[in-house]
C-alpha cells in the first residue's frame, strides 16, 4: 500500500507568481483535502475534492483553485502569490463517506519572497 | 472564531510521565475526534481517534477521554518516551456535513526529557 506521496518538497516563489502543487492519494483513497499549515499554527482546510469536483470550501480566497484527475492525484494552483502564502500546504487522503479518517502527505513548504 | 481550544501550548515532561493534552470544542455536530502527532518537517500522522459514543479509547500507550457534556477530550500519553517528542494536534469534524473537514486545535509541543 502505498501512503500520500506530495511534490515537490520545498519551493521558493515571488510575490505575484503562481505555484502547482500535487499529491497523490493513498491506494484505494478516492478523496483528497487540501491544508495550509502556517508556522505554529494547525492546519487550516483550504478544500476537498471528491469525484473531481470541488466538495467544500475553507476560508480562502478564489486564487486558491484545485483539480483532482481520474486517478484521484490533485493538484493545488495559487494565483498572485502573496508573502502570508508563505506556509507548509499539506495534502490529505481519505475514503468519501462518513467516518473515515484521513491521512496525510509530508507536505510541500512553500516560501513567497 | 476558534472553534477548538487546545492546551497547553507546550508541555515538558520527564520520561516515563503522563502528559495530558486538554481540547474543548464549541460546534456540538462535530462527531470524529482525531489526535495527530507531527514532528518537524513532516506531516501530521494520525494516532488516535474518538466517537462521542464511547469515553475513553486506548491504543498502546495513547488515550483519548472524551466528555460530551463538556464538549472536551484530551489525550493522555502513559510511560512517555524521548522519542514522544512532537507537536500533539486535536481535530474535529462533522460527519453529517457535506465534506468532512478536519478543524484543527493550535498545537501542543511536548518535550520528553530523558
Known amino acids: 500500500e502505498t501512503g500520500v506521496t506530495q511534490s515537490p518538497t520545498h519551493l521558493i516563489k515571488t510575490r505575484g507568481q503562481q505555484v502547482t502543487l500535487r499529491c497523490s492519494s493513498q491506494?484505494?483513497?478516492?478523496?483528497v483535502s487540501w491544508y495550509q499549515q502556517a508556522l505554529g499554527q494547525g492546519p487550516q482546510f483550504i478544500f476537498q475534492y471528491y469525484r473531481e469536483e470541488e466538495n467544500g470550501r475553507g476560508n480562502f480566497p478564489p486564487r486558491f483553485s484545485g483539480l483532482q484527475f481520474p486517478n484521484y492525484s490533485s493538484e493545488l494552483n495559487v494565483n498572485a502569490l502573496e508573502l502570508d502564502d508563505s506556509a507548509l500546504y499539506l495534502c490529505?487522503?481519505?475514503?468519501?463517506?462518513?467516518?473515515?479518517?484521513?491521512?496525510f502527505g509530508p507536505g510541500t513548504r512553500l516560501t513567497v519572497t | 472564531q476558534q472553534q477548538v481550544k487546545q492546551s497547553p501550548q507546550s508541555l515538558i515532561v520527564q520520561k516515563g510521565g503522563i502528559p495530558i493534552i486538554n481540547c474543548a470544542y464549541e460546534n456540538t455536530a462535530f462527531d470524529y475526534f482525531p489526535w495527530y502527532q507531527q514532528f518537524p518537517g513532516k506531516g501530521p500522522a494520525l494516532l488516535i481517534a474518538?466517537?462521542?459514543?464511547?469515553s475513553e479509547k486506548k491504543e498502546g500507550r495513547f488515550t483519548i477521554s472524551f466528555n460530551k457534556s463538556a464538549k472536551q477530550f484530551s489525550l493522555h500519553i502513559m510511560d512517555s518516551q524521548p522519542g514522544d517528542s512532537a507537536t500533539y494536534f486535536c481535530a474535529a469534524s462533522n460527519s453529517g456535513g457535506s465534506n468532512y473537514k478536519l478543524t484543527f486545535g493550535k498545537g501542543t509541543l511536548l518535550t520528553v526529557n530523558p
Open positions: 491506494s484505494g483513497h478516492n478523496t
Open positions: 474518538i466517537r462521542p459514543d464511547v
Open positions: 490529505a487522503s481519505s475514503l468519501a463517506g462518513g467516518f473515515y479518517e484521513q491521512y
